[in-house]
């Protein structure tokens, strides 16, 4: 993400301004476009900030290579957009799940990939049995336990599991495919190396042959991408889950602007159709004024929290925890530093995940003004032993600023610090920081905000595992809620680790242990929310909020954008736009 300052606001002086329009006029004029694509009503273009870092989607794992190869790379299951629910899309119908043996059988409907070839079980299997091998790190939790693949024929895939594993519906079968004959050679060679992984992830890829609805035909770098539709492609002409499916554009072209400005200036020049980035909120003003764009708001599957050290004092106390949560008021922070684009977080799991969700828990402060959240803190911390030179609340309830909290064993409160991310990195986390410093401190607590580049930031929480405090968030996260799982069971309280904060509690391991192994839906779903309680209640995390997705478009060439958790960015909406009569 490259925001623009606190509050996404550009604030710059008029000359400043001039010079910056200059070279973004220059920028995009310099720019090439494929032979043909600026006159072509049936390409759509689309700016982004970067080049994609690889095409090689077994090392893929920034934003701008899977926006990329997501136009050409398929899997066997997606999401609906309204109901998020997965449906067939390489696979011909539902799995078919056999108790007796642990295993599911999946069908494969009629498809080829973009050289004309068969896509078969064999590729299906292949593809599991590479990240087993290798050990790929994106993908083998999905496959590890998958104890073996059988290819009964070419249109059937049936897979071993070790043991019942929920995941396997909800990312296993979401596993991009790789076709076996263009990989083959590669894995063969790879495996006469000292470093076979790395080998098979540095291996060079133009052109990935392509299962999805486009397929590349240039990459000329430091410029564009461009991808043309796959005439092989299996979805054309069908009706999946109610929708008709095309692709009925010629082809995608992607441009690297760099700079928000920069996209946006050429989005409003008409240059290209969407800036595919979420947009800083300072920016909307100016795109509402153009009546060719459209601005689209949706939910991210995200979270933005605030995470406390439990290993040790202070916040090893969950007394403290809760008084925390009580003065952090969310509502704020959404209409003042989101400027009302985003949701308040009560769950880890965010709202717009509707199936998974869990409404009730824990809330903290819901309802109350700054004196009656101090007054409630104070009641909190009072309970719990703890003192001050000063207190926030006097004997007749009035509220003013604590000194010199003390600790229920009688020490002084040390200094600690929130770190965040820096301001030019995501000024809403910065805020966030500042901000509940000094909600903090009108109690007594002595916080500082620190914020941090955000690699060091990464390695004092997640490896040395130094810190107090921190506001971190995932801006993409899965729909299947197995991260609360990994966030939170003792198991992965270790350096590196995804349990941050080091929370161990048994009863907690012990859902999160039965929540990976239901197969049934409505008891794992049942699982996840009381896990779900258990976690807001013991606050190791306090969820804070989650922004919107805000997208732009022009709507004088294309129509049928869909809209659904994540944005409009999305396979549905480039197998279903069409250009305008």
């Known amino acids: 993400m490259r925001p623009n300052g606190f509050f996404g606001q550009r604030v710059r002086s008029k000359g400043s301004w001039l010079i910056v329009l200059g070279a973004c006029l220059a920028l995009v004029g310099s720019m090439s476009w494929p032979a043909g694509a600026a006159a072509e009503s ?23 290579s899977l926006k990329v190869l997501n136009q050409m790379i398929e899997s066997l299951y997606i999401r609906e957009p309204e109901t998020l629910k997965l449906v067939p899309w390489l696979a011909a119908s539902e799995p078919v799940y056999d108790e007796a043996s642990i295993s599911y059988t999946v069908k494969l409907r009629p498809a080829k990939w973009s050289d004309g070839s068969e896509l078969t079980s064999e590729d299906i299997a292949f593809t599991g049995e590479v990240i087993k091998e290798f050990k790929v790190p994106r993908y083998l939790s999905r496959w590890d336990f998958i104890r073996k693949i059988e290819t009964p024929d070419k ?27 263009q990989w083959l050679s590669v894995v063969e060679e ?5 470093k076979p992984l790395t080998f098979l992830q540095t291996h060079p890829v133009e052109a990935p042959t392509a299962s999805g ?6 990459w000329r770098k430091g410029a564009y991408i461009f991808l043309q ?14 929708r008709s499916l095309g692709p009925f554009i010629d082809g995608i072209v992607f441009k690297v602007y760099g700079t928000s400005d920069a996209a946006i200036l050429a989005l409003k ?4 159709d969407m800036f595919w980035w979420s947009l800083q909120p300072g920016y ?38 809760r008084a925390a949560a009580t003065l952090i008021d969310k509502d704020f922070i959404i209409s003042r530093i989101l400027q009302g684009h985003g949701v308040k977080m009560a769950s880890v799991v965010p709202p717009g995940n509707r199936f998974w969700h869990c409404a009730d828990v824990p809330l903290y402060g819901e309802g109350l003004n700054r004196e009656e959240r101090m007054r409630k803190a104070f009641e909190v911390l009072r309970d719990a032993g703890y003192t001050w030179e000063v207190p926030p609340v006097d004997q007749s309830g009035k509220t003013g600023k604590g000194k010199g909290i003390r600790l229920p064993n009688g020490q002084p409160m040390a200094d600690f610090s929130i770190l965040t991310p820096p301001a030019d990195y995501d000024p809403q986390r910065a805020m966030a920081g500042v901000i509940i410093q000094e909600w903090l401190r009108e109690m007594g607590m002595p916080a500082s905000s620190k914020p941090m580049a955000f690699s060091a930031l990464i390695q004092q929480v997640k490896e040395r595992q130094d810190f107090d405090t921190f506001v971190l968030g995932y801006g993409n996260l899965s729909v299947d809620p197995d ?9 992965n309280d270790k350096p590196k680790g995804w349990n941050m904060s080091g929370y161990r509690n048994p009863a907690f391991d012990q859902l999160a242990d039965a929540s990976a192994s239901a197969m049934d839906e409505e008891k794992r779903k049942a699982l996840l929310c009381d896990m779900q309680k258990m976690v807001i209640g013991d606050l190791p995390y306090l969820p804070l909020y989650n922004p919107a997705q805000i997208e732009a478009v022009r709507t004088d060439r294309f129509t049928g954008w869909v809209e659904m958790l994540e944005g409009i960015g999305n396979s549905w909406s480039f197998c279903q736009l069409k250009p305008n009569p």
């Open 42 to 64: 049936k390409l759509l273009k689309i700016g982004l900030l970067e080049e994609p870092k690889t095409l090689n989607h077994w090392l893929a794992s920034d934003a701008w």
């Open 155 to 181: 249109r059937t895939v049936k897979f071993y599991l070790e043991k019942p594993e929920a995941v396997f519906l909800e990312r296993t079968l979401t596993t991009p495919i790789a076709q076996k004959r």
């Open 190 to 194: 790879a495996r006469k190396t000292e």
């Open 213 to 218: 609805p486009f397929v590349m035909k240039e």
């Open 229 to 242: 539709r796959n005439e092989h492609f299996f979805g054309k002409g069908l009706t999946l889950a109610g």
């Open 269 to 272: 020049k008409g240059d290209i």
């Open 284 to 321: 909307l003003e100016d795109l509402k004024k153009e009546k060719a764009i459209r601005v689209f708001s949706n939910e991210k599957s995200g979270l933005y929290y605030m995470g406390f050290n439990v290993r040790k004092a202070p916040f090893n106390d969950v007394a403290l925890r």
């Open 483 to 491: 991260y609360v799982r990994n966030f939170f069971h003792s198991g």
